[in-house]
């Protein structure tokens, strides 16, 4: 023992060297999709669609109607079966996630389409819980009055993320729309999301009701960290709230770009 104490005391001492190299984290890639193609019998909606979102982006989808923005997205969430190619959804590839597995991985995804989809004659305490059913299915999520506890708190929490806990005992059918509009997005947060599905989320808003939506969803981008996808019509908000623009045309994924560097122009280009 003597000799390896005598050993290590006259063994050189080693420094570690300094490069100046700074630690950078890679991001996590939520939505990884390779040479996608969907058809409906012998007619094609878009081949050959590939890109990546990384954890925490802001991606607005972009492209004249009919272009296949809502069906890309339902493809995304495995929600309807793309006709060739490969999606991997936070680690998971979505064509090979069947059964329970494929609903969890769903919980793990919060969807905010045009339509609101609240139950008119609910409050709006109950319509957000509706949001853990995918996690807790069973009637004690059909009503805030079954609910746990903790699924009670959860909804007020996301109701106040959207500035409407003081709403919570208010019936579904007696709010505006911009309001139908917040509590279908708390209903989507309830669930703590990892990525946001937005699809036309201010289709049927009034200019000012959809302006505030837009900006809950920057501030829940910049705030919560949550990946969001969003279709827009409107090439302003899809320049000044997204990071990333992805525009369809010709069946062809035919943009993928920052927003820094484009102009509304070439987004004008895409729906002619």
Not at 3 to 21: I, N, S
Not at 42 to 55: K, W
Not at 172 to 180: C, F, I, K, N, V
């Amino acid at each position: 023992m003597t000799d390896l104490l005598e050993l290590e005391r006259d063994a050189p001492k080693l420094h570690p060297t300094r490069t100046g190299a700074t630690f950078v984290p890679v991001p996590r890639v939520d939505i990884d999709v390779k040479d996608l193609c969907k058809t409906f019998g012998q007619t094609p909606v878009f081949s050959g669609v590939s890109f990546r979102l990384v954890r925490g982006e802001s991606v607005a989808l972009v492209g004249a109607n009919g272009t296949g923005k809502s069906t890309l997205l339902r493809c995304l969430m495995g929600l309807i079966p793309a006709t060739s190619g490969k999606t991997v959804l936070l680690d998971q590839d979505v064509a090979a996630t069947k059964g329970p597995a494929l609903r969890a991985l769903r919980a793990r995804i919060g969807l905010v389409s045009q339509k609101h989809n609240l139950v008119p004659r609910l409050s709006v305490h109950s319509n957000v819980v509706h949001g853990l059913l995918g996690r807790n299915p069973g009637v004690r999520h059909w009503s805030h009055s079954f609910a746990p506890r903790a699924s009670r708190e959860a909804a007020i929490e996301a109701l106040s993320k959207v500035g409407l806990d003081h709403f919570a005992a208010r019936r579904a059918d007696r709010l505006s729309g911009g309001q139908s509009q917040r509590v279908a997005i708390a209903r989507a947060l309830i669930g703590k999301p990892e990525i946001l599905i937005a699809d036309e989320p201010c289709a049927s808003l009034d200019p000012a009701a959809g302006e505030d939506v837009m900006e809950l969803f920057f501030k829940l981008d910049r705030q919560e960290g949550v990946t969001v996808v969003f279709i827009s019509h409107s090439i302003e908000h899809a320049l000044r709230y997204g990071d990333r623009i992805l525009g369809l045309a010709d069946r062809q994924m035919k943009l993928d770009a920052t927003t820094a560097s484009l102009t509304p122009g070439d987004l004008r280009g895409l729906y002619d």
